[in-house]
Nanobody, 121 residues
């Protein structure tokens, strides 16, 4: 049974930092990309940052580059997204996801339950 259990999220002021963690279990080897997607009402779910389980290659959306960092603890099977310099437009529901090959929603096989990130003063 595949489980993606998220933690973190919450309310942060603009310019602040936040950390999201995802504990993954039960994944087969074909789901080789783990990452974070986000969604706001009325928009499509977009990949923000992903990491490959094979070689730790990372992908970042343009909106995340320079501000977000994703890394993976293989021993603990966790993936962490550290977000800094947060902006109001970063507010969304963030989902941990397991995908095949690429960091794109159509390739995601498993989703976490989602965690709300609010950026507001």
């Amino acid at each position: 049974q595949v489980q993606l259990v998220e933690s973190g999220g919450g309310l942060v002021q603009p310019g602040g930092s936040l950390r999201l963690s995802c504990a993954a279990s039960g994944l087969t080897l074909d789901y080789d990309v783990i990452g974070w997607f986000r969604q706001v009402p009325g928009k499509e779910r977009e990949g923000i940052a992903c990491i490959s389980s094979n070689n730790d290659n990372t992908y970042y959306a343009d909106s995340a580059k320079g501000r977000f960092t994703i890394d993976r603890d293989h021993a603990e099977n966790t993936v962490t997204l550290r977000m800094s310099s947060l902006k109001p437009e970063d507010a969304a529901v963030y989902y941990c996801a397991a995908a095949q090959r690429v960091c794109y929603k159509d390739y995601v096989g498993y989703w976490g339950q989602g965690t709300q990130v609010t950026v507001s003063s």
